[in-house]
Antibody, heavy 122, light 108 residues
Framework: EVQLVESGGGLVQPGGSLRLSCKAS????????MTWVRQAPGKGLEWVAN????????YYADSVKGRFIISRDNAENSLYIQMNSLRAEDTAVYYC???????????????WGQGTLVTVSS | DIQMTQSPSSLSASVGDRVTITCRAS??????LNWYQQEPGKAPKLLIY???SLESGVPSRFSGSGSETDFTLTISSLRPEDFATYYC??????????FGQGTKVEFK
């Protein structure tokens, strides 16, 4: 059974930093792209970042570029996101998720974690 | 960046109704379009990938169509468990993705 379990969320002051972790199990983690998606309270989904199997490619939403860093440890089956210079508008539930390439061409998010809440407030 | 515009933002419907949600891309995304369902307090669930392919285990009352810039999600006969929020997502190009703003399907 595929499982994705996030941790590391909490309350942080504006300008502060936080590192989220995601522990994966039930599939061969090192073979798949991974992603972070967030959802502000009462709002829609916002894609945050993607990372390739071997970390050779990373992509970020403009809203987090230069402040967030996505990474992974394939030996530990873990995905991370380092969030720096946090702002009130970064307050959201952060989901770790798996990207699957259907027919080797069409990527989609087929498994999601339960999410971890990050609150940026003084 | 590619923008995704969903409509309507919300709709009211009854069990048994046919429901259609549309998603428009700001540029040609071929068929790199996915649909997700999200129930309150839960993570999203993949319904449709590549614009029209049904994810395994998803009921056949859900269908997707479209290409290039205009896409549609249809629920042929609404069931009680379908009252949720639906999102489109484009996955075209240099792996910078975008979601639509969501459509909340409410009970009439």
């Amino acid at each position: 059974e595929v499982q994705l379990v996030e941790s590391g969320g909490g309350l942080v002051q504006p300008g502060g930093s936080l590192r989220l972790s995601c522990k994966a199990s039930g599939f061969t983690f090192s073979t798949l792209w991974m992603t972070w998606v967030r959802q502000a309270p009462g709002k829609g989904l916002e894609w945050v970042a993607n990372i390739k199997r071997d970390e050779s490619e990373k992509y970020y939403a403009d809203s987090v570029k230069g402040r967030f860093i996505i990474s992974r440890d394939n030996a530990e089956n873990s995905l991370y996101i380092q969030m720096n210079s946090l702002r009130a508008e970064d307050t959201a539930v952060y989901y770790c998720a798996r990207i699957f390439y259907f027919h080797d061409t069409y990527p989609a998010i087929d498994y999601w974690g339960q999410g971890t809440l990050v609150t940026v407030s003084s | 960046d590619i923008q995704m515009t969903q409509s309507p933002s919300s709709l009211s419907a009854s069990v048994g109704d046919r429901v259609t949600i549309t998603c428009r891309a700001s540029q040609n995304i071929r068929t790199h379009l996915n649909w997700y369902q999200q129930e309150p307090g839960k993570a999203p669930k993949l319904l449709i990938y590549a614009a029209s392919s049904l994810e395994s285990g998803v009921p056949s009352r859900f269908s997707g169509s479209g290409s290039e810039t205009d896409f549609t999600l249809t629920i042929s006969s609404l069931r009680p468990e379908d009252f949720a929020t639906y999102y489109c997502q484009q996955t075209y190009g240099a792996l910078t993705w975008t979601f639509g703003q969501g459509t909340k399907v409410e009970f009439k």
